[in-house]
């Protein structure tokens, strides 16, 4: 009887200690989801880089650009929608300029171009 008392403890015990390290394992992910940025955030940074490709009708525009460090962005070539399109006027694939970006939500922007 005694014996079985103990194995009865025992086996709680263990039931008990998986059940905590259930718990803390799975805290970490629902912490993590907390800190999910609402899509509508508005991040921003400026950036230097080339002309890859206008399309003036879509008013999007192809940069080549140098890593963004307040976007986190490492170096690459991608599309920004111009905002407003007329900043696209007088620019012509291969010039360098700066620009500002908007990357808050879906395709990000550029805000301001600037040529040097
Ligand atoms: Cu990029």
Redesign the pocket.
């Known amino acids: 009887m005694r014996a079985t008392l103990l194995a009865l403890a025992t086996s709680l015990t263990f039931a008990t200690a998986e059940t905590a390290a259930a718990q803390s394992a799975a805290k970490p992910m629902a912490d993590m989801s907390g800190m999910t940025m609402p899509a509508s955030a508005a991040k921003t940074g400026k950036?230097t880089g080339a002309i890859m490709a206008i399309d003036p009708k879509a008013a999007t525009v192809s940069?080549r650009?140098q890593p963004?460090a307040a976007?986190g962005?490492?170096?690459?070539?991608?599309t920004f929608k111009a905002t407003p399109g007329s900043l696209l006027k007088d620019l012509k694939v291969g010039q360098k300029i700066g620009f500002d970006v908007n990357a808050g939500s879906g395709l990000?922007e550029v805000t301001a171009i600037r040529k040097p």
């Open positions: 950036g940069i650009h963004i976007l962005w490492p170096a690459m070539t991608m990000p």
